[in-house]
């Protein structure tokens, strides 16, 4: 059976830009163009904003994808060429979140859930590939469960958000407003958008942006000299500007303070220079968070994740021996089912040799010719027993050298075919 090979170019090697360039086809044209190399009789391509793999079974394998990536004008200096063993371990620790920008995110595994079913879709995926990203997929979800390896915000927008849910026992019916729509301010938008939120509040200098994210959001633009007129009627602010001076003073927020009849404010400053006077938290019922706290949020949550990934080394690396295994049954099973269509030829011959000679005789009717139905496949079954036995012993010892000795001995071509044999379409759902 043909082993797997791969090629990854990812963020540790090309930017953006680069990655872009190398796939200047559709994951599906691209799939057919590969699919039809020859030695290629399975592929999977993985494509996201940090990475662009490919995945083939071939048994020539490394020529195939270097010479590919020559074609699709790829620098090879950009790429990673993996041969069996390091394309699965690579998939695995991909799977679980290891290979990406933010150890441990959970996007990944969709990702390559949806290229496992392109490649379905597209009928380039057989038994090998299969198997392998069917475990991948198990694995990331078992890393997921059995470990915090996704636990925690690792950004400065993301720990805005889990900060202010942690401090309020949830956003759930909370107004929330946001000031500045730069890129922070929007990953934070985003991030409050499935909070199910009473209201959300966007102001910016540019209102135009703000009514445009307020759109895309649900939420309602409010011009930036309302900002303390609307301020009465938030739980939350988190302001994120690039002003570089105060937007909101301890005196601002003081006049809103009466409407809000002791209702507490929970403000949260990620600007840099800050947007909220620091003496503000000295005002009863306000608490005033900075950035420099949620780095530290941000900070504990990578350690925790470091530390975690320990863990899912340990999954990946257990889940290999069991992957490999199964690779070598199915090797087993594959020579077993070549040698018993090889012995059931040669009994289908031999007694419809001996069929013919009695007709000749004219002394043979159905009763004699089911005998002789019986007679061979009993004969033929008991042959192949004991190297069944052998065979598959062999596999769960990692005994290659008996598989393919007996494979030479019958003649069977153990590697794999262009077929997609296995029911991945019953598995994906």
Not at 36 to 50: A, D, H, P, Q, R
Not at 174 to 181: A, F, L, Q, Y
Not at 364 to 392: M, V
Request: overall charge negative; hydrophobic content about 40%.
């Amino acid at each position: 059976m043909n082993e797997i090979s791969s090629m990854v170019i990812s963020h540790k090697k090309a930017t953006v830009a680069e990655m872009e360039c190398a796939w200047p086809l559709s994951a599906e044209e691209m799939l057919q163009k590969l699919y039809e190399k020859e030695f290629v009789y399975e592929c999977v391509i993985l494509k996201t904003c940090n990475r662009a793999e490919i995945y083939v079974v071939s048994e020539r394998g490394s020529s195939v994808l270097f010479n590919f990536s020559k074609e699709m004008g790829v620098e090879t200096r950009i790429v990673d060429f993996y041969d069996h063993d390091e394309s699965l371990e690579h998939l695995l620790r991909l799977s679980c979140g290891l290979e990406s920008m933010i150890v441990g995110e959970d996007q990944i595994l969709g990702q390559i859930k949806d290229a496992y079913t392109l490649a379905v879709k597209q009928k380039t995926i057989g038994r090998v590939l299969d198997t392998a990203f069917t475990k991948a997929i198990q694995v990331g979800k078992r890393a997921r469960t059995e470990t915090r390896i996704n636990k925690g915000s690792v950004s400065i927008g993301s720990a805005a958000v889990e900060l202010a849910e942690d401090c309020l026992g949830g956003l759930e019916g909370k107004s929330i407003m946001v000031i500045g729509v730069g890129e922070i301010g929007i990953l934070v938008a985003r991030a409050l958008a499935d909070k199910n939120l009473d209201a959300i509040y966007i102001s910016n200098r540019t209102y135009k942006k703000a009514q445009d994210l307020a759109y895309e959001l649900g939420g309602k633009a409010i011009q930036f000299d309302s900002i303390v007129s609307h301020l009465e009627k938030a739980d939350v602010l988190i302001s994120a500007t690039g002003a570089p001076h105060y937007v909101l003073t301890k005196a601002t927020v003081e006049k809103s303070l009466p409407k809000r009849n002791g209702k507490p404010l929970f403000m949260v400053d990620i600007a840099n220079p800050r947007d909220i006077e620091e003496s503000v938290n000295d005002l009863d019922g306000v608490t005033l968070c900075n950035i420099d706290n949620l780095r530290v949020i941000s900070e504990k949550t990578l350690k925790m994740r470091n530390e975690e990934a320990k863990k899912v080394v340990d999954i990946i690396n257990e889940e290999l021996i069991l992957l490999n295994k199964q690779f070598k049954r199915q090797k087993a099973d594959y020579i077993v089912a070549e040698l018993y269509k090889n012995v059931y030829g040669i009994r289908e011959e031999e007694k419809g040799k001996a069929v013919n000679k009695f007709r000749v005789k004219h002394t043979i009717g159905e009763f004699e010719e089911n005998i002789l139905e019986n007679l061979t496949h009993a004969i033929a079954n008991q042959i192949l027993a004991e190297p069944t036995k052998i065979l598959r012993n062999a596999a769960e010892q990692d005994n290659d050298e008996l598989l393919e000795a007996v494979a030479k001995v019958f003649n069977i071509q153990t590697d794999s075919i262009k077929s997609n044999d296995c029911s991945c379409e019953e598995k994906n759902k």
